[in-house]
T-cell receptor, first 112, second 111 residues
Framework: DTGVSQDPRHKITKRGQNVTFRCDPI?????LYWYRQTLGQGPEFLTY????????KSRLLSDRFSAERPKGSFSTLEIQRTEQGDSAMYLC??????????FGDGTRLSIL | GEDVEQSLFLSVREGDSSVINCTYT??????LYWYKQEPGAGLQLLTY?????DMKQDQRLTVLLNKKDKHLSLRIADTQTGDSAIYFC???????????FGKGTKLSVIP
């Protein structure tokens, strides 16, 4: 069990640029989740995949955000035209059916 | 929607017990979790309890659930300096796939 892996760990970009993050879940987990965490807050849910199907999206996920899980394994989260308010830690988690969610170490995004 | 509240700070002396408290609003919550976050890291699952249980013990950790008052607590026995971190309470409600988190309790352990 290698755990949930996220790449990159840190991303610094200029406002207006596009960024993409990758998440590799624990191999046998069919469920994958994205959360966003800002300073001093708990994680907030963004979206959920069961296998390759995106089944739930938060209203936090504006139209500049898109997530995919094309083959039901790894997932990507893309943010287009980044804004200052997008600066946060983006966390990925995975689980097997109704079992607890296990989190990766996150990608910290800083917008200049 | 679900709301989860925690006190923001707790300070204890090394060797003492720590008790971190959490309240939630959704009575249909099915699983309740405690996660630990160290600086710059992701969340580590510590323990969880199903809503039909009142207590769960796992080594130094004891979770108590009072469903009537919608109150969850985490007791850490013999607290060590390595326990210094932010502890998050999280709730999973029936019919939802998402976890709802509190803002976290920062535990500081004084040597």
């Amino acid at each position: 069990d290698t755990g949930v892996s996220q790449d990159p760990r840190h991303k610094i970009t200029k406002r207006g640029q596009n960024v993409t993050f990758r998440c590799d879940p624990i191999s046998e987990h069919n469920r994958l989740y994205w959360y966003r965490q800002t300073l001093g807050q708990g994680p907030e849910f963004l979206t959920y995949f069961q296998n390759e199907a995106q089944l739930e999206k938060s209203r936090l996920l504006s139209d500049r955000f898109s997530a995919e899980r094309p083959k039901g394994s790894f997932s990507t989260l893309e943010i287009q035209r980044t804004e200052q308010g997008d600066s946060a830690m983006y966390l990925c988690a995975s689980s097997s059916s109704d079992q607890p969610q296990h989190f990766g170490d996150g990608t910290r995004l800083s917008i200049l | 929607g679900e709301d989860v509240e925690q006190s923001l700070f707790l300070s204890v002396r090394e060797g003492d017990s720590s008790v971190i408290n959490c309240t939630y609003t959704d009575s249909s919550s099915t699983y309740l979790y405690w996660y630990k976050q160290e600086p710059g890291a992701g969340l580590q699952l510590l323990t969880y309890i199903f809503s039909n249980m009142d207590m769960k013990q796992d080594q130094r950790l004891t979770v108590l659930l009072n469903k009537k008052d919608k109150h969850l607590s985490l007791r850490i026995a013999d607290t060590q300096t390595g326990d210094s971190a932010i502890y998050f309470c999280a709730v999973w409600g029936a019919g939802s796939y998402q976890l709802t988190f509190g803002k976290g309790t920062k535990l500081s352990v004084i040597p």
